[in-house]
C-alpha cells in the first residue's frame, strides 16, 4: 500500500498570511495526488487534482504543485471560511490512501 | 445540479449487516465511476471500495474485504454497499463519491452514520 504522509498535521495562521501543507507519498504515484478541503460537520471538497489542477470554483488563493513523491498545497492569504482540514490523497493505486490531515487554525 | 444523497445507516449490533444505498441525481450516473469512503469520529478519511462504471471492476480495503460488497444500479442511479459482519471499528460516516478527471473524487453526499454498538 501507498502510505502518504502529511506535514504538519496542524497549523496556526492569520488571515492574509501564506500557508504551505505538504504531502509525501511512500513510493511514486507521478501526479496523481488530489487535494481535499473538509470543514466540521461536512463532507470533504475536492480543491485540486493532478497534483497542480484547481477545481473548477475554487479560489485562485489555491495552488497545488509536485510530482514524484513530494507535493505541497498552498494558501496565499487564508480567509475566514479556509480554516478547515486539508487532506491529500493519492490514485494512483488501489487502496486508494489519505493523509492523515492538516488542521489549519485561525492563530 | 449534482447531488448525491445516502440513506440506510443506523444503530446495529456487532455481527449485524446493514445496507446503504447513494442515490445520484443531475448527472449521467451511469458513466461515472463511484467510491465509497468513511471517517470515523474525529478521525481521518478512508477510503473503502470502488466500482466502475460498468460493475465490471470492484476494489475494497483490506479492512472490509469479505464482509462488505459495492453494486450499483444504473437505471435506478443507485450505488448501495452492503456491509454484513459489521465490527466496532467499522462505526464512522459512510461517503459516496463520483470520480472525475484523473481519479479525482469532485462530488461527495453529506454522509451516513453507522454506528456499531451493542
Known amino acids: 500500500d501507498i502510505q502518504m504522509t502529511q506535514s504538519p498535521s496542524s497549523l496556526s495562521a492569520s488571515v492574509g498570511d501564506s500557508v504551505t501543507i505538504t504531502c509525501r507519498a511512500s513510493?511514486?504515484?507521478?501526479?496523481?495526488l488530489n487535494w481535499y478541503q473538509q470543514r466540521p460537520g461536512k463532507a470533504p471538497k475536492l480543491l485540486i487534482y493532478a497534483a497542480s489542477t484547481l477545481q473548477s470554483g475554487v479560489p485562485s488563493r489555491f495552488s497545488g504543485s509536485g510530482s514524484g513523491t513530494d507535493f505541497t498545497l498552498t494558501i496565499t492569504s487564508p480567509q475566514p471560511e479556509d480554516f478547515a482540514t486539508y487532506y491529500c490523497q493519492q490514485s494512483y493505486s488501489t487502496p486508494f490512501t489519505f493523509g492523515q490531515g492538516t488542521k489549519l487554525e485561525i492563530k | 445540479e449534482v447531488q448525491l444523497v445516502e440513506s440506510g445507516g443506523g444503530l446495529v449490533q456487532p455481527g449485524g449487516s446493514l445496507r446503504l444505498s447513494c442515490v445520484d441525481s443531475?448527472?449521467?450516473?451511469?458513466?461515472?465511476?463511484m467510491n465509497w469512503v468513511r471517517q470515523a469520529p474525529g478521525k481521518g478519511l478512508e477510503w473503502v471500495s470502488y466500482?466502475?462504471?460498468?460493475?465490471?471492476?470492484?476494489h475494497y480495503a483490506d479492512s472490509v474485504k469479505g464482509r462488505f460488497t459495492i453494486s450499483r444500479d444504473n437505471a435506478k442511479n443507485s450505488l448501495f454497499l452492503q456491509m454484513n459482519s459489521l465490527r466496532a471499528e467499522d462505526t464512522a460516516v459512510y461517503y459516496c463519491?463520483?470520480?472525475?478527471?484523473?481519479?479525482?473524487?469532485?462530488?461527495w453526499g453529506q454522509g451516513t452514520l453507522v454506528t456499531v454498538s451493542s
Open positions: 466500482i466502475s462504471s460498468s460493475s465490471s471492476t470492484i
Open positions: 443531475g448527472f449521467t450516473f451511469s458513466t461515472y465511476s
Open positions: 513510493q511514486t504515484i507521478r501526479n496523481y
Open positions: 463519491a463520483r470520480e472525475a478527471v484523473a481519479e479525482s473524487w469532485d462530488y
